[in-house]
């Protein structure tokens, strides 16, 4: 039977793959919420939570580029297992520095071997599923990777909180533990059946390391598809503005604001839902400008209620389009990449977006801070649909992609 005709959650060794990543996501964000919560319960000082964010950041920055390099040179499922012994490790440490009262300068240090580890699991993850699924499937996986991914983002704080409360540090960090080395033991299920073979070493170290960029700088297709998630994000995001959306504008109170960041979440869910069981393969490059100008119309809606219900609906709207867009992103990225370099571009391409995040939460804050919170989303909206409009006009190549597989490098001069 063609691949084509089969479910995407029955092909072999996708399950166990889906399961070992949401094990492993739900881990690593009841672990962010708890040891955030510790940190500052020992310390009592705001500035503290920054060096957790920044003890884990740091040497994800120095090393996503080196990682990307080592996965494209060896097996990308033993370095994915490498990479969850050491966050388990570092869970299991957490453990004892929270049974044992240990100061707070412990706390950072594992922080940092964590990652470490972190650097190494986002690109091995993302280049390891399409060694997985068959060209054919990969679209659609991508969609319920990122549904089940997605999902995990939004109730792992929530278990995290409740698991804290209920027994504490020592029962979170056994949980993080769990989940971790579950996630780790499921991955020897998972068959490797389209991985390409590797190719000799011909370049230099330094050659490697930056090969992912200029592969990036020469592919319109990709450089394109990067650059617009980096500014959509950058410019338009709202999120860091719901909590003074919440009490100033909707007056809805810390229950409004719970529902107000669920919204978008629910949406992208609910959207990543249908898109792997229904995927599209036609027109993927208009639709994703669709996509994109669509969460911009979104949050400017958002940004000019008053109304809970037409705020709380902006914003599901806003998540499903992201959705829909990193469905695509995520699917052109893949298919424009040879299997010999999606280490190192998945590697640039993570290294984007997690600036693009804190960025945009920084941008958000500061422009609220100048012109005012409505002012300011309005702004960004407005950057969104011009950045929308100019890489549009700017990367006719991206524009033009009717399926996936027309991103390929045989197909793209």
């Known amino acids: 039977m063609p691949t084509t005709s089969i479910s995407v959650y029955r092909l072999p060794g996708f399950l166990p793959f ?20 510790q940190v500052y319960d020992i310390t009592r000082d705001p500035l503290s939570l920054a060096y957790v964010g920044l003890a884990q950041f740091i040497p ?49 240090a594992v922080l940092v071997l964590y990652g470490c580890g972190r650097a190494f699991t986002g690109p091995a993850l993302s280049s390891l599923l399409p060694q997985i699924v068959p060209p054919e499937q990969l679209a659609p996986a991508l969609a ?43 991955l020897p299920l998972v068959p490797v059946r389209y991985a390409e073979k590797m190719q000799a070493l011909e370049a230099s170290t330094w050659a490697r390391f930056t090969a992912g960029i200029h592969f990036i700088r ?18 338009g995001g709202v999120v860091a503005l719901l909590p003074i959306y919440a009490q100033e504008v909707l007056e809805v109170g810390p229950t409004g604001l719970g ?20 995927p599209f393969n036609r027109h993927v490059g208009l639709v994703m400008f669709g996509a994109v100008a669509l969460f911009g119309l979104a949050n400017l809606v958002f940004a000019l209620s008053s109304l809970f219900w037409l705020s709380f609906a902006a914003l599901m709207v806003a998540g499903g389009a992201d959705m829909v ?3 695509i992103r995520s699917a052109l990225i893949q298919f424009s990449t040879p299997d010999a370099m999606r280490g190192r571009v998945n590697a ?36 969104t649909l011009l950045v929308t409009g100019g890489w549009m006009l700017g990367f006719k190549s991206l524009r033009q992609v009717d399926r996936f597989e027309d991103a390929s490098p045989e197909k793209v001069v």
């Open 348 to 383: 640039v391409n993570m290294l984007f977006v997690g600036s693009s995040n804190e960025l945009g939460e920084f941008r958000a804050g500061t422009s609220a801070a100048w012109f005012g919170v409505v002012p300011a989303a309005l702004l960004g909206c407005a950057c």
């Open 218 to 235: 020469n592919r319109p297709i990709i450089l394109g598809t990067i650059s617009l998630d980096l500014f959509a994000v950058l410019l």
């Open 325 to 327: 867009s990193m469905y």
């Open 18 to 37: 889906l399961i070992a990543r949401l094990l492993a996501v739900f881990a690593m964000y009841i672990q962010a919420i708890v040891v955030a919560w």
């Open 259 to 278: 529902l107000l960041r669920s919204a978008m979440a629910i949406g992208e869910v609910t959207v990543g839902f249908y898109l792997s069981m229904r």
């Open 60 to 108: 994800m920055l120095l090393l996503l580029i080196p990682a990307g390099d080592l996965i494209d040179r060896f097996d990308r499922k033993r370095i994915l297992m490498l990479s969850w012994l050491l966050e388990a490790l570092c869970a299991a440490a957490l453990l004892w520095l929270s049974l044992s009262k240990a100061p707070v300068a412990w706390y950072y």
């Open 144 to 186: 319920a990777n990122s549904m089940l991914v997605r999902g995990a983002t939004i109730a792992g704080p929530v278990l995290g909180g409740g698991l804290y409360a209920l027994g504490g540090g020592g029962l979170t960090y056994s949980v993080c533990l769990f989940g971790f080395l579950a996630g780790l033991l499921l």
